[in-house]
């Protein structure tokens, strides 16, 4: 009878909190749970949520605070912003040295009927250990295994603080599933790792609540309460209304976005949508009147300035403090007065027009969207929307001085904003609004990419009525322009080629493999490999490029690209693959060997496709007849025959015979080291000579090198080319 009594006055006191201070719960439903606030469409009460899917239980009896809970698991966290924070076990695999093992599987699984999914952007599948395997299954909502593998032979061989596949490896999971089962092992029983590592741990944890530590293989860390037996993690979910687009939802009865708010989908699945309060308005879009006109000028600072202010519904104008003086000559003063507000008024107009328009296109071009990414991902996001007014300064108003090249997808100009920092604005002919999601979406991961090979991102301006672009600013042209320029070709050393060659597949390599979702850059060319003074590569324009899901490895695209460095299969099938990029790199090797353009209609008719022209000079045993001539003046001869053999690899009809992108990278790497260590040993016999006692003077000339003056190691790699 006490306990009876002691629940209902907790639930009393719930109500009157409720009533007083509630603005996000339905009228006269709790708001709250313990510490954890509930915001509609959840709820903990019978009639307090949209649907029995959103309603949560608030536990008073086991836990003081009272902690709510989605079935079994514990909600700690729940944001109108579309996220929930849960815990979840971890998975371990232990030994001793009597070889005994203790393992625990990890499992969850939300309902199929909710509005859950773990999130495939805010977390991070991790495995800890030295001698690892791990893998991730679902069969819930979206089939698939993922996993991966961790070794380490002695702890020095760790680096602590990074988790790269030495000690502690990570990998993302698809979008979609609600259910998963974790499951680790070990390949040798961590046999001779005991005294620093004798288990295996993995998780599925929330990415920016997780930092590896070297102490983390011993279970001593500061995640000893992560790790071991029944041990939990913090985990992210995302929520949404369930299975229906916007469009879907719009003319239905059960349409959840009340009052002045946007519906937003999720994904382009139709997994669901989300709603936001519509710009000037902010509070639960969710709720009858949920969202609230925000006055703008109580805020501070003052919007207007010194004008004055006034609130209007998602919005505010801004009027002149007119100070009356004393009217001197009245007709003089009158039209004067006449004017002066006329002008105001017709100014005024023009603005507000300007604004709407400004507005329109704004949300038009994906901005609410933008904003929530932004949002949705608080750590790490360094995206910034310009405004109109930011890009036409730093243009001059988009002054023909300040055009610094045209291409298919639009015209690029030079840029300087107030901090003096010089930046490349990207104006594009025309936009698709029927893929604006899938434009933003780029954006959003386009402006993450960090790698010193790729030409950074760094915002986008939507307020007009094609988005614009804003890209780092690369100041010495484009490698084509240096290559065909005889003026400065005479810059491009072998060296300098083959490094040129080689940051540009280690950034092609990047976005295929280890960016968080692959890029396909779908345009790789001379021109669009910009070098700046030190003749550094930066890949850019992606205009054309295309994100490729996780769980895919090729896509169907309508066909575009570059003549004379399009992939044939991918011309005659549609089918974009990474090997479609490898094409069009082994087009720009034949270019960087040849000095040659890829077509050229002032060449014979079989030397017009430099592609086929270079392929069939190696077949033929001609291949010094194409290089360009300072490349056979400098020699090594071993080195340039070893890349252009990969170029015809790369130049391969059949994707399938292509190597990837990673293996062309690996191998240019290798070559640009050698050819450093030979230029490195050069100096250092010059140098001897000139400072010995004993030097030997140097006779000959090696720039008449062909085909007969190969060594029999040059020749070696030659025949294995044929």
């Not at 702890?155 to 502690?168: A, F, H, R, S």
Request: glycine share 8%; proline share 3%; charged share 20%.
């Amino acid at each position: 009878m006490v306990m009876g009594s002691g629940h209902m006055l907790f639930g009393l006191l719930l109500l009157i909190a409720a009533s007083a201070f509630n603005t996000t719960s339905k009228p006269s439903c709790p708001d709250g749970c313990g510490n954890v606030s509930i915001p509609y469409p959840f709820g903990i009460q019978k009639g307090c949520s949209r649907s029995e899917e959103f309603e949560l239980v608030c536990n008073d009896t086991h836990y003081n605070p009272p902690k709510p809970f989605r079935g079994a698991y514990e909600i700690v966290e729940i944001t109108l912003e579309g996220q929930a924070n849960v815990t979840a076990y971890v998975a371990s695999d232990c030994y001793n040295e009597s070889g005994s093992t203790e393992s625990y599987y990890s499992h969850m699984r939300l309902r199929e009927d909710g509005p859950f999914t773990f999130s495939n952007t805010l977390n991070k599948f991790t495995a800890i250990g030295c001698d690892t395997q791990a893998y991730i299954t679902s069969s819930y909502g979206r089939n698939f295994t993922s996993g991966c593998m961790s070794f380490c032979g002695e702890k020095e061989t760790v680096i602590d603080g990074l988790c790269t596949g030495i000690g502690c490896c990570q990998t993302s999971i698809p979008q979609g599933a609600w259910g998963f089962s974790i499951e680790v092992n070990s390949s040798n029983n961590h046999i001779g790792l005991l005294d620093f590592n004798p288990c295996s741990f993995a998780f599925l944890i929330a990415a920016d609540q997780f930092k590896f530590n070297i102490n983390d293989l011993s279970n001593g860390s500061q995640y000893e309460m992560y790790l071991g037996k029944g041990k939990k993690v913090p985990l992210m979910l995302d929520w949404a209304i369930w299975n229906e687009t916007c469009k879907q939802a719009e003319n239905s009865t059960s349409y959840a976005c009340k009052g002045s708010s946007t519906c937003y989908n999720i994904s382009t699945n139709g997994l669901g949508y989300r709603c936001n309060c519509s710009k000037g308005y902010e509070g639960n879009p969710y709720l009858e009147g949920g969202c609230k006109d925000i006055d703008e000028c109580k805020r501070h600072p003052h919007p207007c300035g010194a004008e004055k202010c006034k609130n209007n519904a998602g919005g505010y104008s801004c009027t002149p403090r007119i100070q009356l003086t004393v009217v001197i000559l009245g007709t003089i003063s009158g039209l004067l007065s006449v004017l002066i507000v006329g002008s105001w008024l017709y100014w005024g107009l023009k603005k507000r027009k300007l604004l709407k328009l400004r507005e329109k296109f704004f949300r038009q071009n994906g901005g609410l969207l933008l904003q929530q990414q932004i949002t949705s991902h608080r750590v790490g996001v360094t995206t910034k929307i310009f405004s109109t007014e930011e890009l036409e300064r730093a243009t001059n108003n988009y002054h023909e001085s300040r055009i610094i090249g045209r291409g298919g997808y639009g015209t690029v100009y030079k840029g300087i904003l107030p901090d003096q920092t010089i930046v490349a604005i990207k104006k594009s002919k025309i936009v698709d609004e029927t893929q604006i999601e899938q434009f933003i979406n780029e954006v959003f991961i386009l402006s993450q990419i960090n790698h010193r090979n790729v030409v950074k991102l760094l915002g986008c301006c939507l307020e007009t009525q094609v988005p614009l672009l804003v890209y780092e600013f690369i100041s010495n042209g484009t490698l084509s322009y240096h290559i065909h320029d005889k003026a400065l070709s005479s810059s491009l050393s072998l060296e300098n080629r083959l490094r040129i060659a080689s940051e540009t597949a280690g950034a092609l390599s990047y976005l295929h493999f280890a960016a968080s979702i692959p890029i396909f850059h779908r345009d790789v060319k001379s021109t669009n490999i910009l070098l700046d003074d030190s003749l550094i590569a930066k890949v850019s324009d992606f205009g054309a490029s295309r994100l490729v899901p996780l769980d895919q490895t090729q896509i169907t695209t309508l066909v575009q690209g570059t003549l004379g460095y399009l992939d044939p299969e991918y011309f005659q099938t549609g089918q974009l693959t990474e090997k479609s990029d490898v094409y069009s790199f082994g087009v720009v090797l034949a270019e960087l060997l040849t000095g040659e353009k890829p077509t050229s209609m002032n060449r014979c008719q079989e030397e017009r496709n430099l592609s086929m022209y270079f392929v069939s000079s190696i077949k033929g045993n001609n291949l010094f007849q194409v290089l360009e001539k300072r490349i056979v003046d400098e020699g090594g001869m071993e080195h340039v025959v070893a890349v252009a053999q990969l170029a015809e690899r790369c130049l391969r009809v059949k994707g399938e015979e292509r190597p990837s992108m990673k293996e062309v990278a690996m191998e240019l790497e290798g070559l640009l080291r050698s050819v450093e260590n030979i230029r490195v040993q050069k100096l250092h016999e010059e140098t001897h000579n000139l400072f010995g006692e004993t030097s030997q003077s140097y006779t000959g000339n090696e720039s008449a090198i062909g085909p007969d003056s190969l060594n029999n190691d040059t020749m070696s790699a030659w025949e294995v080319g044929r």
